[in-house]
């Protein structure tokens, strides 16, 4: 078993070395990046400090708001849990990319139109989950709704309005 003394100074140098980098090329929006990352980074980190896509939040940095919503390959993830330098050959969309045309999304138009917002700070990621559920299921139940918005929590409360506009997404 190490003495004190030498695990604090194995532990310090530890600390002192240079973080590792990675040269890591993206799919974002359609778009490919190249970015040279520390092997640690988030890829919500990335998508705001280094690509200045700034539509994903930084909300609990750990896993539990849904703030940081983005899709890979179509799924619904968190991208304050996702490493950046994992990301290499999926296809990754934020939420500038479904008004990339100029056009909002029809998953944004309702929104807006059903007034489900509020601060706004829960609504890309909200907009995200939304539009993973309605590109695999056009027809969701209130129950596949709640579901599918479960994991993205809005403070102001904007629930039973961001339920109407997938209510009247789904033709309800
Ligand atoms: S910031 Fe990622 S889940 Fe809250
Ligand atoms: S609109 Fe404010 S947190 Fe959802």
Redesign the pocket.
Known sequence: MPDQTTARSTQASSLDEPTARRQTRLTINGADYRVDVETRATL?DTLRDDLGLTGA????????????TVLVDGEPM????LLTVEQQGRAITTIEGLAASGELDPIQRAMVEHDALQCGFCTPGQALAMKALFDRQPHPSDDEIDRALAGNLCRCGAYVKLRAAARALAGR
């Not at 939040?57 to 940081?68: E, F, R, S, V």
């Not at 968190?78 to 849990?81: A, H, M, P």
């Open positions: 919500l939040k930084l909300g609990c940095d750990m896993g539990q708001c849904g703030a940081c968190y991208s304050c849990l």
